[in-house]
């Protein structure tokens, strides 16, 4: 009798190990993916400011090539008039659109522009973009898009930004 009794002592003593073993687990699974959620946003703040930085990055590139596709071209004309004129689209100068790019749309109608993509608007020369999560976007005037000015220079054409933007700590420019 003894021994069952034992027995008996083992296996309550087993379970109650069991459950408390699975309420820790259970309770620890609950933290991780609470603390999950936190630090997922603001992984996915850092992937849009990459996202942000490398699209600018591309353009520039796309200005550099066409200026120097330009110049092995046609090497003795003068530099191109006085300023002024309409700028490129210059996205269209790009091997790949990027899927998020929705087109020429003029700066007074960006309020329908979708979050996550960019605009043209040649009537100002200047790129658009409505950031996924604005909330990581700080600007003098508070705007919740950054715009920045195609303009011309000796050299290739240039992006520069309307405003100190800061995404998430970190110049835009």
């Not at 309409?86 to 899927?99: A, D, E, G, I, V």
Request: some cysteine.
């Amino acid at each position: 009798m003894r021994a069952s009794s034992l027995f008996k002592q083992l296996q309550l003593g087993l379970g109650r190990q069991l459950i408390m073993g699975c309420m820790v687990i259970g309770t620890m699974s609950v933290l991780v993916v609470k603390s999950g959620e936190r630090d997922f946003g603001e992984v996915q703040a850092q992937v849009e400011g990459a996202a942000i930085k490398t699209n600018l990055g591309g353009l520039r590139t796309a200005f550099a090539i066409d200026h120097i596709t330009r110049q092995v071209r046609a090497p003795l004309p003068a530099q191109g008039g006085g300023g002024g004129a309409l700028q490129p689209n210059p996205f269209l100068l790009l091997h790949r659109m990027p899927s998020n790019y929705v087109g020429e749309l003029r700066a007074a109608d960006a309020d329908r522009l979708p979050a996550g993509h960019w605009l043209f608007d040649p009537a100002c020369a200047c790129i658009g973009y409505r950031p996924l999560y604005p909330e990581w976007l700080r600007s003098p005037s508070g705007s919740g898009m950054l715009w920045f000015d195609v303009v011309g220079a000796p050299g290739p054409l240039q992006l520069v930004p309307r405003e100190a933007y800061v995404w998430k700590g970190e110049a835009l420019t």
